[in-house]
């Protein structure tokens, strides 16, 4: 059982980590993708 418990918890801890930064990584994306826009738009070179 203790084997089972500590599988639980490892596959909590995944999908928490999961859950919690795969938004942020989405976020950093838009971001990163909003300022490169803008600097395109900007930057009549590019």
Not at 8 to 13: A, E, G, V, Y
Not at 19 to 28: Q, R
């Amino acid at each position: 059982p203790i084997s089972a418990l500590v599988y639980d918890f490892s596959t909590i801890q995944i999908t928490l980590l999961l859950g919690i930064f795969s938004p942020l990584i989405v976020a950093l994306i838009l971001v990163g993708v909003l300022r490169n826009s803008k600097k395109g738009s900007t930057n009549p070179k590019h």
